[in-house]
Nanobody, 115 residues
Framework: QVQLVESGGGLVQAGGSLRLSCAAS????????MGWYRRAIGKQRELVAG???????NYADSVKGRFTISRDNGKNTVYLQMNRLKPEDTAVYYC?????????WGQGTQVTVSS
């Protein structure tokens, strides 16, 4: 059974940093493109960063230059380093494959950025 468990969220002031982690169970991880998604209140879930198994990354324009996705295939873990956070980054953050697979959604981790 595949599980994705996100952690590392919290409350931070604007301009601060957080590092999110997503631990994955299952053999799919090392060969899959993985991504971080977020859903803010009243908005649809969006992909903010993705990374192929070979290390090619892509970012939403809104986070480019501030967020960095990385992964450790040996630990089945994907990370999201978030710097210079803004109030508009407030959301629940999730990891999943890219494209997302519905059955893999976890609980997510809440990130709240105060102004």
């Amino acid at each position: 059974q595949v599980q994705l468990v996100e952690s590392g969220g919290g409350l931070v002031q604007a301009g601060g940093s957080l590092r999110l982690s997503c631990a994955a169970s299952g053999s799919f991880f090392s060969i899959s493109r993985m991504g971080w998604y977020r859903r803010a209140i009243g908005k649809q879930r969006e992909l903010v960063a993705g990374m192929t198994s070979g290390g090619i990354t892509n970012y939403a324009d809104s986070v480019k230059g501030r967020f960095t996705i990385s992964r450790d295939n040996g630990k089945n873990t994907v990370y999201l380093q978030m710097n210079r956070l803004k109030p508009e980054d407030t959301a629940v953050y999730y990891c999943n494959k890219v494209p997302a697979y519905g059955a893999y959604w976890g609980q997510g981790t809440q990130v709240t950025v105060s102004s």
